[in-house]
């Protein structure tokens, strides 16, 4: 059900009452419209009636927003329906700020580029899976079109020298913006793996395929080993020669202590003493550092 406005039907210092303004049909919004703005650029802003004459205005061009957000709807990724409508309303609010009659445009030519600008700007920022800045954003975009320009023109990827030459950007403002395209999207750990450069999935035969989770590898505690190794080398290094030898025996070649006794000509309890006092003190230097 449509509603139509009236003259004889007025309100606020004879405004046309319009009780159900989404309602109203395209050609009497357009009418609606003009009357409306008219009294607005002469109320003063924060009034009752201002509020009102303002809140109708966006009421009854909610359908400019519901047509610019049609090509927006059910993207991928994106925002849900209601929350595009909500983002539409933004620009419309913002259009209706900046409408000046006296240009004697239809106010829809100003609204809609407002509205579906509002929309891309939303879009822009909900659809990066990290966040980073808006002029990393933009350079994405610039990057985007002049690899695809270069790529034409010599048949390869262009380098970030050549990116540059071809902006007129810095070389390492180019490199920056290439990081943060990283940051555009991200990838669930359980999609199937794909191949060596990421970007086709791997052929595999029914039931073989691998998820990104399964490739990744597990921590390996043998670092810390190494880390370990690398503290306890000035440490050995300070020892005699002989204390060197037993632990050379003992951890090198895992003999018994009684074993290293006979090699070295020393009873096993000597030996015991002399690898508890050695690993007590290589152990508190550790600590200490």
């Known amino acids: 059900?449509?509603?139509?406005?009236?003259?004889?039907?007025?309100?606020?210092?004879?405004?046309p009452d319009v009780p159900c303004p989404r309602e109203v049909e395209p050609a009497e919004a357009r009418r609606l419209t003009r009357v409306f703005f008219e009294r607005l650029r002469s109320l003063e802003e924060g009034t009752p009636e201002y509020q009102y004459v303002r809140n109708t205005l966006i009421e009854m061009n909610?359908?400019?927003?519901?047509?610019?957000?049609?090509?927006?709807?059910?993207?991928?990724?994106?925002?849900?329906?209601e929350d595009i409508v909500q983002v539409g309303i933004i620009g419309l609010i913002k259009a209706i700020d900046r409408?000046?009659?006296?240009?004697?445009?239809?106010?829809?030519?100003?609204?809609?580029?407002?509205?579906?600008?509002?929309?891309?700007?939303?879009?822009r920022d909900t659809t990066w899976a990290v966040?980073?800045?808006?002029?990393?954003?933009?350079?994405?975009?610039?990057?985007?079109?002049?690899?695809?320009?270069?790529?034409?023109?010599t048949g390869r990827a262009p380098t970030p020298a050549e990116l540059a030459e071809h902006l007129d950007l810095d070389e390492e403002e180019v490199r920056q913006g290439?990081?943060?395209?990283?940051?555009?999207?991200?990838?669930?750990?359980?999609?199937?793996?794909?191949?060596?450069d990421?970007?086709?999935?791997?052929?595999?035969?029914?039931?073989?395929?691998?998820?990104l989770a399964e490739t990744l590898g597990d921590t390996d505690h043998a670092l810390e080993t190494v880390e370990d190794l690398h503290s306890l080398a000035p440490l050995l290094s300070g020892l005699d020669e002989r204390t060197t030898r037993i632990l050379q025996l003992r951890f090198g070649q895992e003999m018994t202590q009684r074993q290293?006794?006979?090699?070295?000509?020393?009873?096993?309890?000597?030996?015991?003493?002399?690898?508890?006092?050695?690993?007590?003190?290589?152990?508190?230097?550790?600590l200490r550092d």
């Open 1 to 15: 059900m449509t509603f139509t406005a009236t003259a004889e039907v007025t309100t606020h210092d004879g405004l």
């Open 62 to 81: 909610i359908s400019l927003v519901n047509f610019a957000a049609r090509p927006f709807r059910d993207r991928p990724g994106g925002p849900e329906n």
């Open 99 to 123: 409408y000046e009659l006296d240009r004697n445009t239809q106010f829809s030519t100003l609204a809609l580029p407002y509205i579906t600008g509002e929309i891309k700007r939303h879009f």
């Open 131 to 153: 966040r980073v800045p808006r002029r990393l954003q933009e350079l994405r975009s610039q990057l985007a079109r002049s690899t695809e320009d270069l790529t034409s023109a």
């Open 178 to 196: 290439l990081v943060a395209a990283n940051g555009y999207s991200a990838q669930s750990l359980d999609a199937p793996s794909g191949s060596a």
């Open 198 to 211: 990421g970007r086709e999935p791997v052929p595999a035969a029914a039931g073989s395929a691998h998820s």
């Open 260 to 286: 290293i006794g006979e090699e070295i000509g020393m009873s096993q309890m000597h030996v015991s003493r002399l690898l508890t006092r050695t690993l007590g003190s290589l152990r508190e230097e550790l």
